[in-house]
């Protein structure tokens, strides 16, 4: 099929650099989504490498194998736009995690789920009526729906921080990517209109929460039946501090046993910002 092999190139592309980041942390140190790199020090290359790299080999796994299952669309749209719509949404949905995270200096992330959710939605978008099949669902269901309780459930996800996974990201790709396809197709928006809308309606409420009751995005999910505690600036930056303190006495007695020569490079440079600091 035309156009097939660019998402072949960036399955590979994913496998090496997540390859190389399992095995050399460095690597997750220099090239992560990391809030306080990319707002303090300008470290922008962040809000795109971090989409190569992933947590783990599962993490991996699933992300190239939803990106392989919706490669087909890269036939339709042309190598060029395929690739507009996954960088793109790659570039939206951790631009969304910056917004949402802006106060939480020690957040990070790695992974492509941003970019393959843009793609999966652009399918969605041209073709709501085609079949999915889920693992857990003998029997695929229509695409649309799919895409209303995927955008649903990740509103809900993001909302209660369940689990590590960053479902914001998610949501601002799956966006960005139905977003431009329809600009490229705006045909696929009179004919589909009632499944896109009903897609944008959860994501709609979830920007209005983030813009206008962004506190309801800081409770922890460990605490949902107890007292709800809410975080502001002054609480995170000594929640950094604290946390900067312990790494750095972890490393004074690493060099207090093993000597100077023993640290890493990323070791090397954490002491050295910390020296910087007044």
């Known amino acids: 099929m035309p156009g097939t092999w660019l998402p072949?190139?960036?399955i590979?592309?994913?496998?090496?650099?997540?390859?190389?980041?399992?095995?050399?942390?460095?690597?997750?140190?220099?090239?992560?989504f990391e809030i306080d790199p990319i707002r303090i020090h300008k470290d922008y290359k962040r809000l795109i490498t971090s989409g190569f790299l992933h947590a783990d080999w599962m993490h991996l796994f699933f992300n190239m194998l939803a990106l392989y299952f919706f490669s087909g669309?890269?036939?339709?749209?042309?190598?060029?736009?395929?690739?507009?719509v996954y960088m793109a949404s790659l570039l939206g949905g951790n631009l969304l995690l910056l917004y949402i995270y802006r106060n939480r200096g020690s957040y990070s992330a790695v992974g492509a789920s941003g970019a393959v959710s843009g793609i999966i939605f652009s399918s969605i978008a041209l073709f709501p009526g085609m079949k999915i099949n889920l693992f857990f669902i003998p029997i695929g269901i229509p695409s649309w729906l799919f895409g209303?309780?995927?955008?649903?459930?990740?509103?809900?996800?993001?909302?209660f921080r369940s689990?590590?996974?960053?479902?914001?990201?998610?949501?601002?790709?799956?966006?960005?990517?139905?977003?431009?396809?329809?600009?490229?197709?705006?045909g696929a928006l009179t004919y589909n209109f009632w499944p896109i809308l009903g897609i944008?309606?959860?994501?709609?409420?979830f920007l209005f929460i983030a813009v206008f009751k962004p506190h309801l995005f800081l409770i922890d999910n460990r605490?949902?039946?107890?007292?709800?505690?809410?975080?502001?600036?002054?609480?995170?930056?000594?929640?950094?501090?604290?946390?900067?303190?312990?790494?750095i006495d972890a490393i004074l007695e690493k060099i207090h046993h093993k000597g100077i020569e023993s640290l890493s490079k990323n070791e090397r440079e954490i002491l050295d910002q910390y020296s910087q600091e007044p």
């Open 12 to 32: 590979a592309a994913n496998i090496v650099f997540s390859c190389a980041g399992f095995f050399n942390s460095d690597i997750l140190d220099k090239y992560a």
């Open 200 to 205: 944008f309606i959860p994501v709609m409420i």
């Open 148 to 159: 209303i309780i995927y955008m649903a459930y990740s509103v809900y996800q993001a909302r």
């Open 163 to 186: 689990g590590d996974i960053a479902h914001e990201a998610h949501i601002g790709g799956a966006i960005t990517g139905m977003v431009i396809t329809i600009m490229a197709f705006p």
């Open 223 to 247: 605490n949902f039946n107890k007292e709800k505690i809410y975080y502001n600036i002054e609480h995170v930056y000594n929640a950094n501090k604290a946390s900067m303190q312990h790494e």
């Open 8 to 10: 072949i190139t960036l």
């Open 73 to 84: 669309i890269a036939g339709i749209m042309g190598n060029g736009l395929f690739f507009g």
